[in-house]
Nanobody, 127 residues
Framework: QVQLVESGGGLVQVGGSLRLSCEAS????????MGWFRQTPGKERRFVAA????????DLADSVKGRFTISRDNARNTVYLQMNSLKPEDTADYYC????????????????????WGRGTQVTVSS
C-alpha cells in the first residue's frame, strides 16, 4: 500500500521559515518524480514545486522562486520543501505527490500527472 505522509506544517509569522517533509512508503521511491502542491478553501490545487527522480531537475512556481527549495533524499524515501521568507499568501494546505518518472529527468506540473497523493499538512502564515 502506497503512503505519502507530510509533516512540518504549522503557524509561522511573516518572513519566517518552515521545512515540510514527505515520507513515502510502499513504492520504489527513486523511480518517482515528486511534487508539492497547495490548496486553499474553494480554490483548485496548485503546483508549487517538483523534483526529478535523480534530483537533477527541479521546477518551481514563479510565486515561490527565490524563497522555496525542493530536495529529496532517496535513501530516506523523503522529499522536502524548504520555505523561507513566508508570506500570508503562502497560507494553504500543502500536499506532496508522486509521479512515475518515465525518464530520470522528467517532471510535470499538472496535478493529473501524479499517481499518488498525501493527505496534506497545513501552513498558516500570520501577519
Amino acid at each position: 500500500q502506497v503512503q505519502l505522509v507530510e509533516s512540518g506544517g504549522g503557524l509561522v509569522q511573516v518572513g519566517g521559515s518552515l521545512r515540510l517533509s514527505c515520507e513515502a512508503s510502499g513504492l520504489p521511491f527513486s523511480s518517482y518524480a515528486m511534487g508539492w502542491f497547495r490548496q486553499t478553501p474553494g480554490k483548485e490545487r496548485r503546483f508549487v514545486a517538483a523534483i526529478s527522480r535523480n534530483s537533477g531537475y527541479t521546477d518551481l512556481a514563479d510565486s515561490v522562486k527565490g524563497r522555496f527549495t525542493i530536495s529529496r533524499d532517496n535513501a530516506r524515501n523523503t522529499v522536502y520543501l524548504q520555505m523561507n521568507s513566508l508570506k500570508p499568501e503562502d497560507t494553504a494546505d500543502y500536499y506532496c505527490a508522486a509521479q512515475v518518472g518515465l525518464t530520470a529527468t522528467m517532471i510535470l506540473r499538472p496535478p493529473t500527472a501524479y499517481n499518488y497523493w498525501g493527505r496534506g499538512t497545513q501552513v498558516t502564515v500570520s501577519s
